[in-house]
Structures are given as C-alpha cells and as structure tokens.
C-alpha cells in the first residue's frame, strides 16, 4: 500500500459533548499526532449494521450502507464507484446537508458524528459511512441481538476493500466545503418513500404529508434533470423532505414529524 492506515477508537460523542470541544474525535483532530495535510482520507463509521426494517427490505433498502460525504469532490465519488460489488452490500449515495438540516434554523448544519471535528479543523477528504438508525436506537432494546451480523460482516468487508483501495489509489484525494448533488440526493430520496408506502404503521396524516413531500422532489428532479440548476431555497426544500421520511421510518407512530 502507498500510504498508512490508521484506526481511531474515539469516546465522548453523544451529548452533551457532540459536537463541543470535548468530543473525542474533536479533541483528536485539534490534537493529531501528525500534521493533517498527512492525512489522505477519513472513513467514519456510525450505527453500521442494524437489522433493516420489514418496509426498507420490501422498498429493496434491505442492504443499503449509505454513504455521504462523495459530493465534496469527484474523486470520492470515483473511489466508491471503484469498488467491486459486495454481496448484501448496496452503496447508497447522500450529501451530508441531507442528514444535517434542521427546522427553523436556515444557515445551520448539525454534524451528526466524528466526522465534526475532522470537518471544522483538520479539513481533510473524508466518508461517512452508516446503514442508518434503526428503532431501537438509544432506547433500553438497543441490545447486542438486535445487530444483523451477516450484515454487519458484509459491510466490513466492503469497507476493508474501500480502505485499501483508498490507501493504494495513486490519484490524490479532493475535498471542499459545503457541497451538495442535488439529482442524487433526489434520486435517493425517493427509494425512502417506497418504504413508507409499504409500512403499515404510519399514520394516515404522516402518509398524506409525505406524499405532498414526494411529489415535490418528483417535481424538483424532473426540473433539475431538464437542466435546471438547483438553488438554496429548492435544495432546502429537498433537505427538509429528507428529514421527515428520516423520521418517519426511525418512528412510524411519531405523527408529529409530518407537521415540519
């Protein structure tokens, strides 16, 4: 391999420390043990292998790993393009605003795990890489039999094979700031609500809300694949959709989601 590879086990990520100095990973990149403009890529791994819902399997989601992040430079996006294909592993691709908005705050981002510090202080190349929360997610049934290891052993393999094929890869890795693809985000997002259709535990009003908000990025993706370049207030828009079907399908009964 052409460069090292290096494992970082990082601790005080939930809150109140997400997203402070005191976060781990934070301290970490403000602290590296060598100069950041050594490092070549990060690949950040949270919530990977949860058992997929019964809606996300019939939506064909069963074996998506999502990863975000390929929107700051083609070459990311070449690198996991690369890669051989891997049973039960389906690389789905989503710019991280799609994760990171927020209602009633414009203009602001919410990092949603150690890649946070890595973003505001080393600004480096990196990937996150996650098969996304399930229901069990920080309740008192998050237990270890609740993980699907077939899945989770697949998706390390197809992350070793993305590891060393970054450390080997002879191009040099771009990065930069505040990006978004638009069409791929729509693109995405829209295999989601193949989900909420086939969930029988959504309540009538989240389903009407969420049918408004898919034909939006139906609409919104017919124009930007006529050419039509995406702007702050209609990626918004798509950001905001995303987030809802997010939550919808982390908490069917959570009728409350659909009033954002």
Not at 236 to 251: D, E, F, K, N, T
């Amino acid at each position: 391999m052409r460069r090292h590879v290096v494992l970082l086990f990082a601790d005080a990520e939930e809150p109140p420390d997400i997203r402070t100095e005191r976060m781990g990973s934070s301290w970490f990149w403000r602290n590296p043990p060598l100069p950041a403009h050594r490092l070549d890529l990060a690949l950040v791994l949270d919530l990977m292998g949860g058992r997929a819902s019964p809606e996300l399997r019939t939506a064909g989601l069963g074996e998506a790993l999502f990863v975000l992040g390929t929107e700051a430079d083609p070459s990311l996006s070449a690198l996991v393009r690369d890669l051989t294909p891997t049973a039960r592993v389906e690389p789905v691709r989503l710019s991280l605003p799609m994760i990171e908005v927020m209602p009633y705050r414009p203009g602001t981002r919410f990092a949603r795990s150690d890649y946070h510090g890595l973003r505001e202080h080393a600004r480096r190349p990196f990937l996150f890489l996650t098969t996304g929360r399930t229901e069990t997610y920080h309740t008192p049934a998050d237990t270890p039999d609740t993980l699907d290891y077939d899945r989770l052993g697949a998706a390390a393999r197809w992350v070793t094979q993305l590891a060393m094929h970054a450390a080997d890869v002879e191009a040099d890795l771009g990065w930069r700031d505040l990006r978004a693809d638009a069409l791929t985000d729509a693109r995405s997002l829209l295999r989601l609500y193949g989900a909420i259709e086939a969930s029988q535990r959504v309540s009538w009003l989240v389903r009407r809300a969420l049918a408004a908000d898919r034909r939006v990025v139906e609409r919104l993706l017919a124009s930007w694949e006529r050419g039509v370049r995406p702007t702050p207030d209609t990626y918004r828009a798509l950001q905001l959709a995303s987030i809802r079907v997010q939550a919808a399908l982390w908490h069917p009964s959570g009728w409350w989601f659909a009033l954002w």
